[in-house]
T-cell receptor, first 111, second 113 residues
């Protein structure tokens, strides 16, 4: 069974631009969550989706948004990029409450 | 919302010795406490978890203990080996892990040969 797939793996943007990251969960997993990982702050929860509904949201500004499609694939979008948005963005899927299966992440660099 | 504190940020132990990582949480409603291991350049992976109706759980060399009264939980690794070198993250959830986790900032465990 294929794992969680995230695209793109690496990307470079400039301040003010926007970015869209994609996540394909493990087949059959309906819950998808997103996390931002930085050296100073560790893993910070962005949002979680289940059956196309956002069930929970972390403490991030409105520039961070996401959605989930009917096939459980998810996207997150960051608008008006800032230097501080440079991070590894990890997507995780789960079959039931509990274990998260993480993707390899999308590494965003904002110049 | 939930806040998870994790200590120490770096832990260096001799191979074969034990390692203990501690976490505290703020939300008394939290009922699910997983631990993730992230090796350098790789994705985090669950190594053990515990739910609030259990005080201790073991899996070979790894054990987790939970004290709900004090709102803290700990990871214990015995007979450490070089492959245990990684960053370990604790986390907590008030919904059984259903809709997102609050993570601690991680502990870099270094196993000295």
């Amino acid at each position: 069974k294929a794992g969680v797939t995230q695209t793109p793996r690496y990307l470079i943007k400039t301040r003010g631009q926007q970015v869209t990251l994609s996540c394909s969960p493990i087949s059959g997993h309906r819950s998808v969550s997103w996390y931002q990982q930085t050296p100073g702050q560790g893993l910070q929860f962005l949002f979680e989706y289940f059956s196309e509904t956002q069930r929970n949201k972390g403490n991030f500004p409105g520039r961070f948004s996401g959605r989930q499609f009917s096939n459980s694939r998810s996207e997150m979008n960051v608008s008006t990029l800032e230097l501080g948005d440079s991070a590894l963005y990890l997507c995780a899927s789960s079959l039931a409450p509990g274990e998260l299966f993480f993707g390899e992440g999308s590494r965003l660099t904002v110049l | 919302g939930e806040n998870v504190e994790q200590h120490p940020s770096t832990l260096s132990v001799q191979e074969g010795d034990s390692a203990v990582i501690k976490c505290t949480y703020s939300d008394s409603a939290s009922n699910y406490f997983p631990w993730y291991k992230q090796e350098l350049g790789k994705r985090p992976q669950l190594i053990i978890d515990i739910r609030s109706n259990v005080g201790e759980k073991k899996d070979q060399r790894i054990a987790v203990t939970l004290n709900k009264t004090a709102k803290h939980f700990s990871l214990h690794i015995t007979e450490t080996q070089p492959e245990d070198s990684a960053v370990y993250f604790c986390a907590a959830s008030p919904s059984g892990g259903a809709d997102g986790l609050t993570f601690g900032k991680g502990t870099h465990l270094i196993i000295q040969p």
